[in-house]
């Protein structure tokens, strides 16, 4: 993407051994789900050993508005940002950190306001993200709500209870500029900017508005950091006191306030189990005493209460005596923060009671006896009727009419459940009562975990894709694709299988590590593949009415895949362009993975078919396929038809996601990495000739090889008819 002429912010993104989240990050800035697009990106690679550099420049070879600085050594966070902060051109600038990420709109949002308002600092509000997924709100939310559009900081001196990083402001750069600072060379490297900017600003805003995720707990944070250099705490306020003595006749009234704040901050530090370590806790009480001496007002008079008597401690050096204090301030802390979770929990109450209440009726459920002529089926949580479940519950119905087949499904997509087929709404009374007494249950991602499966009900795990990219267990070496997966309890679900269906050995060796447990592995193929390889010339010509696709148009299939790694990977291929580049004689069907929000816009010769109830169908209808990752493209090998890949980040892909094998060296069929490349492809036919043939005949013997119509039928009389294995190769257990 090309730079705007006029830059309003510009970000400054240091980045030092983060390539696990660094995608995320980047794609928050820079992908379709920010509107404005009059910034500039400035990422510093603070000579970072892993691969944050390449991804840095892989990024930026695809959008202009994004410049890498390679350092050649490392200079730490605060001089990184100095950096960046000498090369940016916009009239703000805002320091992100690469491992944090921005919320949909924000941009948008912060340059309404700084146009509106001109302001030296806008404040944004933040979330916290925990490692399991879950979003907080900062607990000092209200000020922002309470907050006129423009103030200055002797109106609302309230605002210095913020929280004082440099992500959490968006400054005018000529201002931060004309104020002479620099960020410091150790933990608290912000704070000697973010006091003083608040300070010397004669225009404040603060927006109403999370614009910012900052990502609570991770590994290297130094908030769960044991490490001596909290004691740099101490030289960043000296800074912030030589800065009021500086500019005396603007900061001296708020002297008092950050005292306050620097006594509060130090004492919490050392309240904080594990922070400065147990050798040392007494040596940073003493600087904490020293610098209180040392800085303390005229005319200071301590706080009441508890905090008043600790401060009064931390003056005179009475280190035994605070030691004695600590449990109670420790508590003081703790029952802060378990209020803060009480409000937090009673505006949470309705949906947490409504939670035990399913849980109980479950339970009570599983006491009713079971119904051996009951099977449940879902797919894809619950949210419709696909894939391997109903291949199985399709050649059940033919097989052992004898087993009622019944359907779990999220309310707002019933409507996807075929006529004549029974259902129940997931969490309804009639969905736990159905599933508790059921004798089989049949899906292809997990139950939920807090509806466990009686003593003798079986158990079928059907699976949905072979694994290209790290799955299970394996991604404990991805946090940023996990996104706070809970491994112990997956270990657990994957106890509650009984089989395993796999649609080939690579995929057998891969789960049976990844997914640990005692359960039998099916190597039938996949049931849902059995649509494809008995498929006649009508159904192709059916599917293509239903579209309203002419006889004798090519129709090319793209269905690319979810970024795991990303809450909303950016579009990669320019949609219409493509469709332009492909000709009058070819229809582009667009399908959106369930995980991503369609963004196909209405265009000549693109029909968006994300919301087309079978992807089965698609491909059957279909002349080629276009994917990136997506396990489409082994299902799709069975029907031998032309496949091309189209994967320009591959390298990111690679590295954020981890993969099993290299895609683009084993290839079924020709590979693209630009949309030059891809339409150059379709214009001279490369993707039909005998070489790109071989290719495919080599993948689809390796990832296809039980796939001849019958999947279903082998999974159906060895689970529901208790017949023996019959697959098409060595049967094999779980480990």
């Known amino acids: 993407m090309q730079p705007s002429e006029d830059v309003l912010v510009s970000i400054v993104l240091p980045v030092y051994q983060v390539q696990e989240y660094l995608p995320e990050c980047l794609d928050s800035i820079l992908g379709t789900a920010q509107s404005f697009q009059g910034i500039e990106v400035v990422a510093v690679d603070d000579c970072s050993p892993d691969d944050s550099g390449a991804l840095l420049d892989e990024y930026a070879a695809r959008d202009q508005r994004l410049r890498v600085v390679h350092l050649p050594q490392n200079v730490g966070l605060g001089r990184a940002r100095s950096e960046g902060l000498a090369r940016a051109k916009g009239e703000y600038v805002w320091f992100v950190d690469s491992d944090d990420r921005l919320t949909d709109g924000a941009l948008a949002a912060i340059a309404e306001r700084l146009k509106r308002t ?49 992500w959490s402001r968006v400054l005018r750069r000529e201002f931060l500029l004309g104020l002479d600072l620099e960020f410091g060379h150790g933990y608290y490297e912000d704070i000697s900017v973010t006091y003083p900017v608040l300070l010397a600003a004669r225009r404040l805003s603060m927006l109403d508005r999370v614009c910012y995720h900052y990502r609570r707990g991770r590994e290297g944070a130094i908030t769960n950091t044991s490490s001596p250099k909290h004691f740099d705490l101490f030289g960043q306020y000296e800074r912030i006191f030589a800065f009021i003595d500086r500019a005396a006749d603007i900061a001296e009234p708020f002297r008092r306030a950050v005292f306050d704040r620097t006594v509060r901050h130090a004492t919490t530090v050392l309240a904080a189990p594990g922070l400065v370590p147990e050798n040392m806790r007494r040596d940073f009480f003493r600087q904490a005493s020293e610098h209180f001496r040392r800085f303390r007002p005229r005319h200071y008079s301590h706080p009441s209460g508890l905090r008043g008597l600790q401060y009064r401690l931390v003056e005179r050096g ?105 259902y129940v709404v997931d969490g309804s009374a009639r969905c736990l009562r159905t599933m508790a007494r059921a004798k089989y249950l049949v899906n292809n991602v997990n139950f939920p975990y807090e509806q466990p499966k009686r003593r003798g009900s079986v158990l079928v795990q059907t699976q949905h894709g072979t694994p290209l990219k790290k799955m299970g267990t394996d991604l404990r070496d991805h946090p940023a694709a996990a996104r706070g997966m809970n491994f112990d309890r997956l270990v ?83 949609v219409p362009r493509f469709a332009d580049q492909l000709g009058d004689d070819h229809v582009l069907l667009v399908r959106s993975h369930y995980f991503d929000t369609p963004r196909t816009a209405p265009s000549r010769g693109v029909v968006d078919v994300s919301s087309y109830p079978s992807i089965e169908d698609l491909c059957i209808a279909a002349d080629v396929l276009i994917t990136d990752y997506s396990s489409v493209m082994f299902d799709y090998a069975a029907l031998d038809k032309p496949i091309v890949i ?90």
């Open 646 to 735: 189209f994967a320009p980040d591959w390298e990111t892909y690679r590295r954020a996601r981890g993969v099993y094998f290299d895609l683009l060296a084993e290839a079924p069929g020709v590979v693209a990495t630009t949309q030059v490349q891809l339409a150059e492809i379709f214009r001279s036919g490369e993707y039909t000739g005998p070489r790109v043939a071989e290719r495919r005949s080599g993948f689809r013997a390796r990832f296809c090889p039980y796939d001849d119509g019958h999947a279903a039928e082998r999974v159906v009389r060895r689970v529901f008819l208790g017949e023996p294995a019959n697959t098409n190769g060595p049967a094999s257990a779980g480990k």
């Open 318 to 422: 009475a280190y035994p005596a605070y030691v004695a204090l600590e449990p109670l301030n420790r508590l003081r802390l703790a029952l802060r923060t378990v209020l803060g979770r009480a409000r937090g929990a009673a505006r949470r109450a309705p949906r947490l009671a409504a939670t035990a209440l399913r849980r109980a009726y479950y339970r009570g459920c599983l006491l009713l006896p079971v119904d051996d002529s009951l099977a449940v089926y879902a797919a894809y949580w619950s949210r419709g009727y696909a894939c391997n479940p109903a291949a199985v519950f399709e050649k059940a119905r033919e097989l052992t009419p004898g087993i009622r087949g019944v359907w779990v499904v999220v309310k707002d997509r019933t409507g996807s459940i075929p006529p004549g087929v029974e």
């Open 492 to 574: 657990e679900q994957c106890g509650r299988w009984d089989f395993l269906v796999s649609p080939n050995p690579h995929t057998t060796e891969v789960f049976t590590r990844v997914y640990p447990g005692g359960y039998e592995v099916l190597q039938t193929g996949y049931p849902r593949v059995d649509r494809l390889v008995n498929a006649s010339p009508g159904q192709a010509n059916r599917v293509r009415d239903e579209l309203g696709i002419a006889p004798g148009e090519t129709v090319v299939l793209y269905a690319p895949t979810h970024r795991d790694h990303q809450d909303q990977a950016a579009a990669l291929l320019d």
């Open 118 to 166: 001109e302001p030296d600092v806008l404040l944004v509000d933040h979330a916290l993200v925990d490692p399991d997924g879950g979003v907080e709100r900062n607990v000092r939310a209200h000020l922002f709500r309470d907050a006129p559009e423009t103030f200055t900081l002797a109106e609302r001196p309230d605002t210095l209870d913020l929280i004082m990083t440099a």
